[in-house]
Antibody
Framework: VQLMESGGDLVQPGRSLRLSCAAS????????MHWVRQVPGKGLEWVSG????????GYADSVKGRFTISRDNAKNSLYLQMNSLRAEDMALYYC????????????WGQGTMVTVSS | QSALTQPASVSGSPGQSITISCTGT?????????VSWYQQHPGKAPKLMIY???DRPSGVSSRFSGSKSGNTASLTISGLQAEDEADYYC??????????FGGGTKVTVL
């Protein structure tokens, strides 16, 4: 059972970036998926979540209108499209699995770093 | 979406018990059973320790237990061990259909 994030990079403020999370070792469409971020040395912040069939999606106020979560169950993949990036979006982004949308995150990836700087 | 309130730090001697509180409102912690706790060692991804207020995932030591009273959830670590030294975070589902984390608690084993 594994989650592997990718796509993190150094990007200028105002630009866009797309993160991916590849799942393996479990039936991907049995689970909701989430993105959680962490500024190095700081606490965890929930970013966004999506139900197993994409029927329910939620966002933190801090990213609503700028970030879009999506999933492709045929590819066992989760995505986070991040637009209009700000300095405060700079963080390590984790994807995490949950048995149901409002449930606990039982499997986490190792994270991918997003750096926003000019 | 205000963060749940946790003490910044808690410490205890080996073998002792400690409790970490996580205070929210009736719109999150007090309103749902979907409170979970995570342990994070430096440089590592978080690990689920408690879910649905008081349930323990397979493989997690029985020294870890969770409870809730009103708008405050708690994580208790019994028989404190050196390996328990880490950061601990609570999280809860909210009435806004979002999730919110606590600010985190650093546990130090003296």
């Amino acid at each position: 059972v594994q989650l592997m994030e990718s796509g993190g990079d150094l990007v200028q403020p105002g630009r866009s970036l797309r993160l991916s999370c590849a799942a393996s070792g479990f039936t991907f469409d049995d689970y909701a998926m989430h993105w959680v971020r962490q500024v190095p040395g700081k606490g965890l912040e929930w970013v966004s979540g999506i139900s197993w069939n994409s029927g329910f999606i939620g966002y933190a106020d801090s990213v609503k209108g700028r970030f879009t979560i999506s999933r492709d169950n045929a590819k066992n993949s989760l995505y986070l499209q991040m637009n209009s990036l700000r300095a405060e979006d700079m963080a390590l982004y984790y994807c995490a699995r949950a048995l149901y949308y409002y449930g606990a995150f039982d499997i986490w990836g190792q994270g991918t770093m997003v750096t926003v700087s000019s | 979406q205000s963060a749940l309130t946790q003490p910044a730090s808690v410490s205890g001697s080996p073998g002792q018990s400690i409790t970490i509180s996580c205070t929210g409102t009736s719109s999150d912690v007090g309103g749902y059973k979907y409170v979970s706790w995570y342990q994070q060692h430096p440089g590592k991804a978080p690990k689920l320790m408690i879910y649905d207020v008081s349930d323990r995932p397979s493989g997690v030591s029985s020294r870890f237990s969770g409870s809730k009273s009103g708008n405050t959830a708690s994580l208790t670590i019994s028989g404190l061990q050196a390996e328990d030294e880490a950061d601990y975070y609570c999280t809860s589902y909210t009435r806004s259909s979002t999730l919110v984390f606590g600010g985190g608690t650093k546990v130090t084993v003296l």
